[in-house]
């Protein structure tokens, strides 16, 4: 028997550990994301409205609680992301009600104690149908390779496997889910789970044995998706599993071992699958009884199966919609209850993840549990959030220039001051600065540009113009000064910069 002594046990421990986290630093660039603008799309014909009877901070609340608040910041910033949806709400409002519907398992129309079911009914349709293709390519994306590769999964193994299943790197198995299915036209008998008792819909979930979910198959009807199949139909050898990954199952997989390996072979003849990469209960042989030892062995992989399959204990907890003990999910299109079943998978792992290796939320991971906050707009931006030192002062210098030059204009002139002219005096800044270097420098010819060096900020006038925060070659940051687009030579330091800010 193969085994492993415990200091040998620290140490894969300890290299694991970097694993993972070097995981985490190539793969969760998510986490330095910053909160994308909205582009507004929809003239509503309403002003804002509130979510009703204040029903924001018991949402919020629920997903605090629930998931914490870096899943939730991936939700909003990566799927969610910049667009505008349908609704007389705030944008991140529109979002936390899509998270909550499925974290609640509130029927949508029930969604109508929050807004009423036809604003939420389009806000639905809008994201989960009308992105599905984009959505779902991002999320199994991110699924397949956030939170595991090989090295991981052979080194947990070895670590959080019991002896005798320590080559097991995956667990392969059948999750089926209650749903009340809308389609007249579909049999009932086609979705008839004998696991459930009733109506309900197959996925096939591959976990590592860092308990995270790290594939999950199309889900098919059950009377029609046998797991043996549905394995087949994944074609786990293109892309997913390597020749050093062992996969533990149980049910009627093994009947379909030896057509895996030939498809694998044929697919591509490199691939060397063979039963060694395949663990499974012991098969009683006709009218030969089991040996004690094969019984042993049964009991004990029982006992290991059972222990990975703890991760669907926690999805359900996390996420009433696919809690079969709750309810039974409501759809009329299996894809897009997938859909949504993969993202809470993904979901639940970022939080495992969170938890497991102490990954602490940053400011801008929390920013949607304020009441006053939104996403950021062209016009709005967020930068006044983390204001520091520097900031503070050159914004103070600055508000003392427009004030004082907003004092030297002939008030007797004027009735009403025009916004517009408050904003030329700052965009203009540029133009008496450069007046004031050309008179104190006579060294200097009187036709010299001035050359920037960099792009520090950037905003948008009243006539939707970007205007730049520039500081210019050769003088200090005290010097510099706000250049409209316009005025600039050479468009390619903007376009870097802008690049650089994805805008």
């Known amino acids: 028997m193969y085994h492993i002594k415990m200091e040998d046990i620290n140490i894969i421990k300890t290299k694991l550990d970097t694993e993972v986290f070097k995981l985490i630093e190539n793969k969760w660039n ?21 979510i009703k009877n204040n029903n924001m901070k018991y949402i919020k609340d629920t997903l605090l609680n629930q998931l914490g608040y870096i899943p939730v910041f991936y939700f909003l910033t990566v799927l969610y992301g910049n667009k505008e949806y349908p609704g007389p709400y705030k944008e991140i409002d529109k979002g936390l009600l899509l998270l909550y519907h499925i974290i609640s398992g509130v029927p949508g129309k029930d969604m109508h104690q929050f807004i009423p079911y036809s604003t939420f009914y389009e806000l639905y349709k809008r994201f989960w149908i009308r992105n599905y293709t984009e959505l779902n390519k991002i999320v199994k994306n991110d699924i397949k390779n956030s939170f595991t590769n090989t090295k991981i999964r052979i080194l947990s193994s070895k670590v959080n496997n019991p002896e005798g299943f320590k080559n097991v790197t995956l667990f392969l198995d059948g999750h089926d889910s209650k749903i009340k299915y809308y389609n007249p036209t579909e049999s009932k008998k086609t979705l008839y789970s004998y696991k459930l008792k009733g109506t309900g819909i197959r996925t ?11 594939y999950v198959s199309d889900s098919e009807k059950c009377a029609i998706g046998n797991d043996g199949t549905m394995f087949l139909n994944m074609k786990l050898f293109k892309t997913f599993l390597q020749e050093a990954d062992c996969v533990a199952f149980d049910g009627g997989y093994d009947l379909f071992i030896e057509k895996f390996i030939n498809n694998a072979e044929d697919y591509n003849s490199a691939n060397r699958f063979d039963k060694r990469n395949f663990v499974y209960p012991i098969r009683k042989e006709q009218n030969i009884p089991r040996t004690v030892v094969q019984l042993d062995y049964n009991k004990k992989f029982g006992s290991f199966r059972s222990g990975i399959e703890n991760h669907f204990s926690i999805l359900a907890s996390k996420f009433d919609r696919f809690n079969n003990n709750r309810t039974a999910v409501q759809t009329s299109d299996i894809k897009i209850y ?21 990954i602490d939320p940053q400011p801008h991971h929390m920013l949607w549990f304020n009441n006053d906050f939104e996403f950021p707009t062209k016009i709005t931006k967020l930068n006044y959030i983390f204001k520091n030192e520097q900031l503070v002062n050159r914004e103070y210098s600055e508000m003392l220039d427009i004030q004082n030059k907003f004092l030297d204009l002939n008030i007797e002139d004027m009735d009403v001051v025009d916004e517009l002219e408050v904003d030329k005096l700052l965009v203009d800044e540029d133009i008496s600065n450069k007046k004031k270097r050309k008179h104190n420098n006579k060294n200097k010819k009187e036709n010299e540009t001035y050359e920037v060096e960099k792009i520090l900020d950037h905003m948008i006038d009243n006539n ?18 706000w250049v409209k687009e316009a005025s600039f030579n050479t468009k390619e330091i903007i376009s870097e910069y802008k690049k650089d800010k994805n805008i």
């Open 204 to 214: 096939q979930v591959i976990s590592d044995m860092n308990n995270m979910i790290v």
């Open 464 to 481: 939707g113009k970007y205007v730049f925060y520039v500081k210019w070659k050769h003088y200090g940051t005290e010097d510099s000064t």
């Open 30 to 50: 998510f986490l330095e994301k910053e909160w994308p603008f909205i582009h507004n799309r929809f003239n509503h014909r309403t002003e804002i409205k509130e």
């Open 338 to 358: 997938n859909l949504q079943f993969r993202t809470a998978c993904l979901l639940k792992n970022i939080w495992e993840m969170c938890n497991n290796y102490n």
